[in-house]
């Protein structure tokens, strides 16, 4: 069974802006596609939110510090790409919340990596500003592992196979 796809909106972004007919091609990329959805602050900070358990607009405001507008337009974006899916929680007044489909789940790793990252790189003296815990008791620390061995992966370990034309 295939996952559900997320549908992605074809424009030019601040990834793709620029590339012209004359340019040379950019080359084929699932980076450049997923962050032509999920590539800007505040998106990422929506779906962390989510994760978090704080699915409703107004709560996700306080925690994020976005812009009202700002993120209403990276939610409409995240659920038009199907990562999120708005659901109706009051009707007087209508009031909805965001819950992540299968393709969101499917971004734990990414949020997850990027905590590690900025944890290690960017937390200073006084410690990561959140640690999250793994249903075993242990601190959760996100790591990468190739699926057919189970070996830590390094980049240095890896080399692309085959290219799309």
């Keep these: 069974m295939h996952p559900s796809m997320v549908h992605p909106v074809f424009k ?3 990834y793709t802006a620029g590339v012209t007919a004359s340019a040379s091609s950019p080359r084929p990329c699932s980076i450049a596609r997923t962050l032509d959805i ?6 990422l900070l929506a779906v962390r939110e989510v994760f978090l358990g ?3 607009f107004d709560e996700m405001i ?8 700002t993120l209403a337009a990276r939610l ?9 899916e708005r659901r109706q929680y ?14 969101g789940r499917d ?5 997850a990596a990027l905590m590690r990252w900025g ?38 370990d890896t080399r692309p196979v085959t290219q799309a034309v």
């Design 12 to 14: 030019l972004t601040p």
């Design 38 to 43: 999920v590539g800007e602050k505040w998106a």
């Design 54 to 56: 704080n699915r409703r």
């Design 62 to 69: 306080r925690r994020t510090g976005a812009p009202r507008d």
């Design 76 to 84: 409409r974006t995240l659920v038009a790409a199907g990562i999120l």
């Design 90 to 103: 009051s009707e007087h007044p209508a009031r909805y919340e965001y819950r992540l489909t299968e393709a």
């Design 107 to 111: 971004l734990y790793p990414v949020i």
């Design 119 to 156: 944890d290690k790189y960017l937390a200073g003296d006084d410690g990561p500003p959140m640690v999250i815990e793994h249903r075993c008791g242990h601190r959760l620390v996100a790591e990468l592992v190739c699926a057919a061995c189970g070996e830590p992966v390094d980049a240095r």
